[in-house]
């Protein structure tokens, strides 16, 4: 069973910078796939991120390309997202998340991943 632990959020002005990260326990972080989601007030969780296990891939969502890199460092079973140019509708609640390498599903397919941490809030202020 692995658990997963978010911290890093915060409040940030528009344009600004925060680095979540994600600490795992109860697995070796390098068989699992790992992805960031989050969830906006009101509206329902999306993915944002996604860290391949054999290759550490990242696959991001076309509204954060080119902002947010999502990283991995399995020495240290931990899983991070470099958030830069911050924008107000980024504010979310951001969940880190983790299913076992060999099942196979669309990255961003929110039902496939079994472990969640229990989210670190952003707050983007313009």
């Known amino acids: 069973q ?3 632990v978010e911290s890093g959020g915060g409040l940030v002005q528009a344009g600004g910078s925060l680095r979540l990260s994600c600490a795992a326990s109860g697995g070796k972080l390098s068989y699992y796939v790992l992805a960031w989601f989050r969830q906006p007030p009101g509206k329902e969780r999306e993915f944002v ?6 290759r550490n891939i990242g ?3 076309d509204s954060v ?5 999502i990283s991995r460092d399995n020495a240290k ?6 958030m830069d140019a911050l924008r ?8 880190c998340a983790a299913r076992p390498a060999a099942k196979s599903d669309y990255y961003y397919s929110r039902g496939s991943y ?5 989210g670190t809030q ?5």
Do not use: H, I
């Not at 107000?88 to 969940?95: G, K």
């Open 2 to 4: 692995v658990q997963l």
């Open 49 to 54: 991120a996604a860290s391949s296990a054999a």
């Open 59 to 61: 696959y991001s969502a």
């Open 65 to 69: 390309k080119g902002r947010f890199t």
């Open 77 to 82: 079973n931990a899983l991070y997202l470099q």
């Open 88 to 95: 107000p509708e980024d504010t979310a609640v951001y969940f």
């Open 114 to 118: 079994d472990y969640w941490g229990q």
């Open 122 to 126: 952003v707050t983007v202020s313009s």
